[in-house]
């Protein structure tokens, strides 16, 4: 198994264990093979989670329904990104915003914080993570900016989430990590070095290279595409499959602020990139945000929280339309089909090129991404 901890940093990979904060009644260690069974039915049925943030600046992990009601609100330290859910159990991981160097295991059914991952010296997160098929392993987003690398850290879920090792991401900034439908893996690395001591700064916008890496259920690199030429700045950040296993992705220009280039492509193992360029492409202003596919019609909606903008593809790459939503942040399939949207005073429901507005309780800020369970 190709799972390997940098050499001499073994004392660092140890998980804090200690129960903090709002840790109630949950076991901080799970024995090996010991999955936890709680379903979500115990936790309010939730068919989302996201982060989501309130007025007094406080930061919580909330379950939503499709029909807006919050289920539950759990506290997490500090504003969040995206949350991975374990496939076999109500659990979700709350990752901090890029450059955190938190996660937060929730135990949804109980309120309860299960473990808090710290990535070891040299390390922090890039706000995404991915669970193995069976549940039994966490892979993380991981910057090694010193050297500077991407990294996937292994985590396993059956021994309290320790941490075993990491595998190289396959290039600089990986952020999202999605499971393949045959049990792999694809990441996008963004291409941007970036160090915690400069902040935000991005540094190698010049030289950058973004990439799509797939990964083996293991975590072994087994293909990579690369932008390159005049798109080598248009870094690749998140991603979904649709219906016939390929990947879209959501882009971020790093280039000229006035050229307009595309923001969303679609990759087939095999072929070669297709972009899908958009008439309203400009009003995301160069930041698309989150990515998600309709599984019954294969629409694709790509948010713009900085253009409070969302656009729209039919299944074979074309444009059909856009539309203005407040700081449209999250999107996700809906259960009842269609696509559901965070935004601004709730959520909107797309179903069938309609669209409804559903009101959620409470002033909440919605953070980048919603998940859907």
């Known amino acids: 198994m ?10 660092g990979m140890e998980i804090d264990m200690k129960r903090r904060s709002f840790l109630v009644g949950a076991s901080a260690s799970l024995g090996m093979g010991n999955l936890p069974t ?8 939730p068919d989302f989670i996201t982060a989501g943030n309130l007025a007094d600046k406080s930061s919580w992990l909330v379950g939503l329904t499709q029909s807006g009601e919050v289920v539950f609100q759990i506290p997490i330290p500090n504003r969040g990104h995206a949350a991975a859910v374990n496939p076999q159990a109500a659990q979700a991981v709350a990752f901090a915003r890029r450059p955190g160097r938190f996660a937060v295991v929730i135990d949804c059914a109980n309120s309860s914080e299960v473990a808090r991952l710290e990535t070891p010296e040299g390390r922090h997160f890039y706000g995404h993570g991915a669970f193995s098929a069976d549940g039994k ?18 985590w396993d879920v059956t021994d309290g989430y320790r941490r ?15 499971r393949l439908n045959d049990g792999g893996f694809a990441v996008a690395n963004g291409g941007i070095q970036t160090h915690p001591d400069m902040a935000r700064a991005k540094l190698n916008l010049p030289s950058m ?3 799509l890496t797939y990964l083996s259920p293991k975590a072994e690199i087994i293909d990579q595409i690369e932008l390159s030429g005049d798109m080598h700045q248009n870094s690749i950040r998140h991603i979904a499959i649709d219906g016939t296993g390929a990947i879209v ?17 679609k990759h087939e193992r095999g072929q070669k990139v297709q972009f899908m360029p958009h008439p309203d492409t400009r009003l995301l202003k160069n930041y698309a945000g989150s990515v998600a596919v309709c599984p019954s019609t294969g629409e ?3 948010t713009g929280p900085k253009g409070s ?9 074309s444009a059909i339309g856009s539309e203005h939503h407040s700081t449209a942040s999250g999107v996700a399939p809906a259960p009842s089909g269609g696509l559901m949207i965070t935004r601004d005073g709730g959520l909107v429901h797309r179903h069938k090129t309609g669209e409804t507005v559903i009101p959620v309780a409470g002033d909440w800020s919605w953070d980048n991404h919603l998940v859907a369970r």
């Open 209 to 211: 290279r973004t990439n």
């Open 137 to 154: 392993i966490l892979f993380t987003t991981e910057n090694d900016y010193d050297a500077p690398a991407g990294v996937l850290g292994i």
């Open 249 to 265: 992705a959501a882009l971020q220009w790093q280039g000229m602020p006035t050229r307009q280039v595309p923001l969303v492509l």
């Open 38 to 45: 709680l379903s979500w039915a115990a936790a309010g049925a």
């Open 164 to 178: 075993i090792g990491e595998v190289p991401s396959g290039g600089i900034g990986p952020h999202e990590i999605l």
């Open 2 to 11: 190709p799972w390997v901890s940098k050499p001499g940093s073994a004392p």
């Open 309 to 317: 903008t969302v656009i729209y593809f039919s299944a074979d790459g």
């Open 300 to 302: 694709v909606a790509v």
